[in-house]
């Protein structure tokens, strides 16, 4: 059989080179009416709904002109879903708007003739999106901050999520996931549906996304201001995406002063040097004083050597190192489904960053039980990291109270520091087969010109097709699902790392940024202080 005209320019409209990253907008068209809210594709042609108008609209995907009207259903009509046979249209339903008493209602349309078929009630207020997922509806209701899973035969709710962020907007379905937009946000959310997860944000293409539709390994989306669909790239080359860039002076000092009353001898400080990654750009590294050489430890991780033969009662001693670099703020976008498997992984990863250590205990019966009750998804190498790194948020709280304990004994007192979150992150991703790895960093904290001496530690795990991604366990910690996924595979503009590391270094130990080693005669007492300044670069 021969394609239809209409076919053919459809396929060529989407047959589309995508471009280098997820959320890039491939093309736009402008929408038939002022005050469009929801959005569908019916496989050859878009929905839309006007809300002032209360008018239907079928309009050509190629350049937006108008192919069918209808009258709406409802008098302030606000989603729109196609369920391979009809469309269906949400309404806040209400008398009088200063009542602010609403009560939703759901249409089923033929689209053919215009005329409802079914009516059920939605199961809140205020819908704001619907999306079909081949056997059941989806809505997101924006009183109630809710998604809702119903039942398209009488609007039964199903399952009930909670939305990842203050402003739910539009729903779209794309045969694995949904997908919500956010108005006050401007950001596009991939939604697990079992469990409310948000696995992937991308920048809304406007300043106020609304409707939602999906359709070819791309969403559409109908922004309310721009008064424009536009299309987005989802499935796409490019495993992460840079923005905010930040071109920063960051100076670290090693201060030590000797309080004596006995000599410090054979010192050694070492300073760990930062390396070009995805998040950041080293433009130069200067010492006042060079160092006494360059050394590699087991890890890969490099440091510079300041040799000292004493420090003498009352003498003081600063080793500094001023870098200046080029930070970004670096979105991963993950699929699980592309992830690949843990037979993926390369050997090298494998062999390195599975390996057991003091801080981790792998074989520790605490550990072994916490991978059992945490991991659902054994062979798939993003649901391992994404399912641990869920289930220590349910059992952990962020609590600096000094020391680095082990693995075990942080997860079964429920609390710790940021390098206590990360240890027990490793432990479980090594211990379900996952290679995991720690990485260390100065941080900004607020201003362009500000210090730092409390530092961050985090960690990243290795993910076929993507490489090592940054997760952020104890960042982790938050009850919004948008923040969560904020701190799994992004990483803010705010850090200079300066080391990467599987566990004890020869050089700087369990320490990152920088240590030291020492022999002393007699009695000592020292003072070390270690701050990062960071400047704004000129």
Known sequence: MKKSCLTIIISLLFAITLPAAPGAVLRSIALPSGFTTGLAFDGKAFWTVDRDADKLFRIDPADGRVLAQFDAPGYFCTALAWDGQALWVADMDFTNTSAEDYCGKIYRIDPASGRTLKVIMAPASDPQGLAWDGSTLWVSDNITREIYQISADDGTTIRTLKAPAADPQGLAWDGRCLWLSDRSRDELYRIEPASGRVIMILPSPGPYPWGLAWAQDSLFVADYQQDRIAQVAVFAEGAFTRSRQRDAAITFTHDMINFGPGTVNALDVYLALPKDRPTQEIL???????????LTDRW???VARFRHASLKPGERLT???????????????????????????????RGRFLADDDKYRLKDPVIQAAVRDAVKRPDNPYWIARDIYD??????????????????????????????YAFVYIAMCRAAGLPARYVGSVVVRGEEASFDFVYHRWVEVFLPSYGWVPVDPSGGDQDSPRYQAMYFGHLDNRFLITTE???????????????ETWQADGRVQLRLEMIADWDKLE
């Open 319 to 349: 080793t500094r190192m001023r870098v200046k670099a080029r930070v970004y703020d670096v979105m991963y976008h993950l699929f699980p489904e592309k992830t690949g498997s843990l037979k993926d992984i390369p050997a090298e990863a």
């Open 284 to 294: 130069g590294i200067e010492f006042p004083r060079d160092p006494d050489g360059k």
């Open 300 to 302: 890969g991780q490099e």
């Open 391 to 420: 289930w220590l948020h349910e059992r952990m709280v962020y609590k600096r109270i000094g020391g680095w304990d082990i693995a075990p004994t942080v997860l079964q007192r429920g609390s710790g520091s940021c390098s206590e």
């Open 501 to 515: 590391s599987g566990g004890g270094s020869e050089y700087l130990k369990w320490d990152y940024n920088s240590s």
